[in-house]
């Protein structure tokens, strides 16, 4: 008959082995978690807002869309973005307004973020200061992309992303294009993954809920 003992060491080592694998999992659906949570919105206007200092592009689809430039989950959005805008042949007008705070200094509009903007074509890029454009749009969350056709009647308002830092949102942008070609309306309003705009300017990251570093 064998005997076999359990020793106070391999008790300790299979905790150890629990305790990492226990630790592991929580990792990743934090992570998962984190990436699927969307954003607040408010509802959007359903025409381009006049109150507004964006010139509207008569003859044109209106793009506009709202980022943070100290948000690492609008990577992917921009990233959406360049992809959206060049393989679409209808002629758009592309407005990026990014929030900062009033008299932003140079660190807050020159970011990485910003030259990731500056490098899509055919864009214009505009400082949001204290987030005065995002409020006449009813824009909350980094990463909203807001259409409208050329009459000003609002088209689409949502993400350009199925997740925060995820890029690949294939059936998404494909949607979008045809609603830039033929000017069909989608789900009016969907999902914004981002961060938050409107934050204190000496936080660290830029935002409260996003802990990932830039």
């Not at 629990?18 to 998962?32: D, H, S, T």
């Not at 869309?65 to 679409?88: G, I, M, N, Q, Y």
């Amino acid at each position: 008959m064998n005997i076999r003992y359990v020793t106070r060491e391999s008790v300790s080592l299979t905790l150890v082995v629990l305790g990492w694998f226990a630790a592991v999992a929580g990792g990743l659906l934090y992570f998962n978690n984190y990436e699927t949570t969307p954003g607040s919105t408010r509802p959007s206007p359903d025409r381009w807002p006049t109150a507004g200092a964006v010139p509207f592009s008569q003859g044109k689809v209106n793009l506009v869309v709202f980022a943070h430039p100290r948000c690492p989950c609008t990577r992917a959005s921009l990233a959406e973005l360049k992809s959206l805008l060049k393989d679409c042949p209808a002629p758009v007008s592309t407005h990026i307004l990014f929030w900062v705070p009033p008299n932003a200094s140079s660190p807050w509009t020159t970011s990485d973020l910003w030259e990731q903007a500056r490098a899509i074509a055919d864009v214009q890029l505009v400082a949001d200061e204290g987030g005065q454009q995002a409020h006449c749009f009813g824009a909350t969350t980094s990463g909203h992309l807001m259409i409208f056709a050329p009459d000003g009647t609002r088209l689409y308002s949502g993400g350009l992303t199925n997740g925060r830092g995820r890029v690949g949102n294939d059936s998404g942008l494909a949607a979008i294009r045809t609603l830039i070609i033929q000017q069909q309306p989608l789900p009016a309003e969907t999902a914004v993954f981002g961060c938050p705009l409107f934050n204190s300017p000496s936080s660290e990251n830029g935002t409260e809920l996003c802990q990932k570093p830039l």
